[in-house]
């Protein structure tokens, strides 16, 4: 039965990647051989000893051709960069969704998930629109504050469940959302005063409640592999400000309010993975006005929208230890910095003004930075909201409410020009195996995981995996092999009898884009 398990997994990726490699080694032969660099007859013919060398596969070289290794190291190994889909063209406008009841204060909690679009509208309730094809979003169902126990705050979503804050009781709704033409009220749960923000990480619901006075606020975890969830820690805290994000990892950035004008906006990092025992990593503190009313993350870097103060992007390499790395700043007469959300070295800005502006920020590694705007959406009224869901944008404007007591909302569908990185696989784990037979002991690592369920919108493909010591640095993950989309397992054979390792995930798609690494399980 092991040696059934025991196929050559990750043996078409190496192929494919070592000749990748050597296509690449002997395109660059051809471009030295022709250049001023390789006029010398000895250096031609080290040159076209390595094409024959890359060309055969094998480590064979010629006179000559190991003065160009170092050369061919730079060029075949460049530094790791992000998978991206950069397609040229600007934010396609596609449809958009009246709700004439959608209440003041919810448009930050609209979510997608797969091709359904939650839209919570306060008293109203909750409205659910098909997505699939989103030039025509098709209405399925609204659940109104009766049905829903509750007016309608942030939503989050996942597989046949959907949960939804209801502000007015403290609480969160549990709905079965199986046929969602006809989702139902299951169980309320939890207590939380002023919630703002739901996120779904792992197994864990993550709600970020607000402070008031008398009343400390902090982030709150449910388990959701129960029904109803069951909660299993938190952190609480004054002066919470709406700014809050979870990564992938687990790991929780919460934005605390200045106490005062003369003090700074702070944000507190911590380590929820394990949400039953929080720990405290550090706080950043902010030398620079502002409140932090949302956050992004995009590869090492988190985005902070600080209202006045403009676009704050921080180096999370080290979340004990953040850095601001580049900012952006209003300037004089221009609109609040209302929402952000990144996507590599974009950044799409809610303005809180008649506009949506697309920013494109390269960061470089000694700290200067180059700004340059790509593209505005003009909008008819003030716009408060902006979310990414696959390739899809979701604005939100609202009219003025200084000049109408029921100031109307609408949602606006774009295309953008990138797309949005599937989500890690859930739930990796480490199985130490031992395959003894008459003449060999073999030890095996068993990596096993679970599909995200939140990558329903993409069509995985892959999945690839990871290795390294324990202790090191992320930047010491290597990358040892894959699977096909289907198998939700690999084997890592021939290990010494007391070879430890840490091992991470990851999941890709049909067009190329890798998840970020799941968290990391050891032996």
């Known amino acids: 039965a092991m040696e059934t398990q025991l196929e050559d997994q990750g043996v078409s990726h190496v192929v494919s990647q070592f000749s990748l490699l050597t296509g690449r080694a002997i395109r660059l032969i051809d471009e030295l051989t022709e250049s001023a660099f390789g006029g010398s007859q000895m250096f031609k013919e080290g040159l076209s000893g390595l094409k024959r060398s890359f060309g055969r596969g094998r480590p064979f070289f010629y006179p000559g051709s190991a003065l160009f290794l170092s050369v061919f190291f730079i060029s075949l190994f460049p530094p790791a960069a992000e998978a991206l889909d950069y397609r040229p063209s600007a934010s396609e406008p596609l449809s958009k969704i009246e709700e004439p009841a959608w209440a003041w204060g919810s448009e930050a909690g609209v979510f997608v998930a797969g091709k359904k679009l939650f839209i919570p509208l306060g ?56 046929d969602p033409s006809k989702p139902f009220f299951l169980a309320n749960f939890g207590y939380i005063p002023y919630i703002q923000h739901l996120e779904i990480r792992d197994r864990y619901l993550y709600a970020c409640a607000a402070s008031s006075i008398g009343q400390n606020g902090g982030v709150y975890a449910f388990d959701i592999s129960t029904d109803p969830p069951t909660a299993v820690g938190s952190y609480l805290t004054d002066l919470i400000d709406p700014g809050f994000h979870v990564t992938a990892s687990g790991i929780v950035f919460l934005a605390r309010t200045p106490r005062s004008g003369n003090d700074s906006a702070k944000i507190d990092c911590l380590d929820m993975s394990k949400p039953a025992t929080p720990v405290f990593l550090g706080q950043w503190a902010s030398d620079y006005p502002g409140n932090i009313v949302d956050i992004s993350e995009s590869g090492d870097k988190i985005y902070c929208a600080a209202y006045w103060g403009g676009i704050w992007v921080l180096d999370m390499s080290d979340p004990a230890n953040l850095k601001r790395v580049s900012m952006f700043d209003w300037a004089e007469g221009k609109p609040y910095a209302k929402s952000v959300q990144a996507l590599s070295n974009q950044i799409y800005i809610a303005q809180g003004g008649p506009s949506l502006s697309y920013q494109k920020f390269d960061v470089f590694e000694f700290g200067a930075d180059q700004i340059e705007l ?68 073999e030890t095996i690592n068993r990596i096993a995981w679970k599909p995200n369920p939140d990558n329903e919108s993409f069509d995985i493909t892959e999945y690839r995996i990871y290795r390294k010591f324990p202790g090191e640095g992320d930047q010491y993950y290597q990358l040892i092999g894959g699977v096909k989309a289907g198998v939700i397992e690999f084997l890592d054979r021939f290990l010494g009898a007391h070879d430890k390792y840490a091992y991470a995930v990851t999941a890709v798609e049909s067009g190329g884009l890798e998840s970020l690494r799941s968290p990391s399980v050891e032996n």
């Open 374 to 441: 790509v593209e505005e959406i003009a909008a008819a009224a003030y716009t408060q909201s902006v979310r990414l869901a696959d390739d899809l944008l979701l604005l939100i404007e609202i009219e003025s409410p200084w000049e109408t007591p029921t100031p109307r909302k609408i949602l606006h569908l774009y295309k953008t020009p990138l797309r949005l990185k599937p989500r890690p696989p859930l739930d990796v784990a480490l199985q130490r195996l031992i395959n003894r037979s008459l003449f060999l002991r």
């Open 123 to 178: 008293y109203p309730g909750l409205a659910i629109y098909d997505i699939s094809d989103p030039r025509t979003p098709v209405f399925l169902s609204r659940l109104n504050h009766q049905e829903l126990r509750g007016q309608a705050g942030a939503v989050a979503a996942r597989g046949n469940r959907a949960y939804v804050a209801t502000p007015d009781q403290k609480t969160i709704a549990l709905l079965d959302i199986t």
